[in-house]
């Protein structure tokens, strides 16, 4: 297993793709801190990892509350010993734009995505440096970091800058053996984020109108499918893994060619 013996602290472990990465380290043998703002979240995750037979723990936690980043790092040091692998994906949607985007909205939304990446890298690269364990760290960005959605101007904003923390903090944690990446996922595929919310014991009376509202982002995905959290998972066990050992800096996506495709051709008209 290629992160067996491993420690990853994952924050945002909902039912989508959190929870897949969080499932998916698991089954390559590390050991899961689940981290969510919403308790629910965070103890669905960690007790389906433990019952399918893996080590997880939950931690609830406000990724900008600094007292609680250093106490979630903390309870993964005393139940663990370390950590090796942190994966920043706490997030919120909040599809407003320029003119219409309340300021602390705007604050929030910034707050989640950007500052509490910059704690949590903060508090667990320092807890690696001190045990001097070699650690790798993955930020969770968007295609809309490369592209200009109109009407969500703070999750673009924030997505796009989590793109130059991601190669900032590489460059200084490199002496240290701290490897520092990126994710980029699009659009996805909504079903085995249901399928796993089911598994967690919860009813998704909606499932069917999710799956529907995806539909037109599919059929103007190049490859005319949308990935899956576990496409997401396999990327971040190979960054946070030795075959990517000569790895730092980069943002690899996951995205169907969403970020490639020509601003002028239309995949839904090409497949008709």
């Not at 704690?119 to 364990?133: D, Y």
Request: hydrophobic residues 45%; charged residues 20%.
């Amino acid at each position: 297993m290629k992160l067996d013996g491993k420690v990853a602290l994952i924050t945002g472990t909902s039912s989508n793709i959190g929870g897949g990465i969080a499932e998916g380290m698991a089954a390559e043998g590390a050991a899961i801190v689940c981290v969510d703002v919403k308790p629910d979240n965070a103890a669905d995750c960690a007790r389906y990892i433990a019952a399918s037979g893996g080590r997880a723990i939950a931690a609830a936690c406000d990724v900008t509350n600094q007292h609680q980043v250093k106490a979630a790092v903390d309870q993964a040091r005393v139940a663990f010993g370390g950590i090796d692998i942190l994966v920043n994906g706490a997030a919120i949607f909040n599809q407003k734009g320029v003119l219409d985007m309340p300021l602390d909205e705007w604050e929030r939304q910034i707050a989640i995505i950007l500052t509490g990446t910059f704690l949590f890298t903060k508090h667990v690269a320092r807890l690696m440096i001190e045990q001097k364990r070699k650690g790798a760290i993955i930020n969770i960005i968007s295609s809309a970091a490369h592209q200009g959605q109109p009407n969500n101007v703070a999750y673009c904003t924030s997505k796009c800058g989590l793109l130059n923390f991601t190669r900032s903090v590489a460059m200084e944690l490199t002496p240290h053996g701290i490897r520092v990446n990126s994710l980029t996922p699009t659009a996805t595929d909504p079903s085995e984020g249901i399928e796993r919310a089911v598994r967690w014991g919860r009813k998704m009376p909606e499932a069917e109108r999710i799956k529907q509202a995806f539909e037109p982002f599919r059929k103007r995905t190049p490859m005319q499918k949308l990935p899956s959290p576990r496409h997401y998972a396999k990327a971040a066990v190979f960054l946070a893994s030795d075959d990517a050992e000569m790895m730092t800096g980069t943002d690899l996506r996951v995205d169907a060619g969403t970020v490639a495709r020509y601003w002028a051709w239309d995949p839904a008209a090409s497949s008709r």
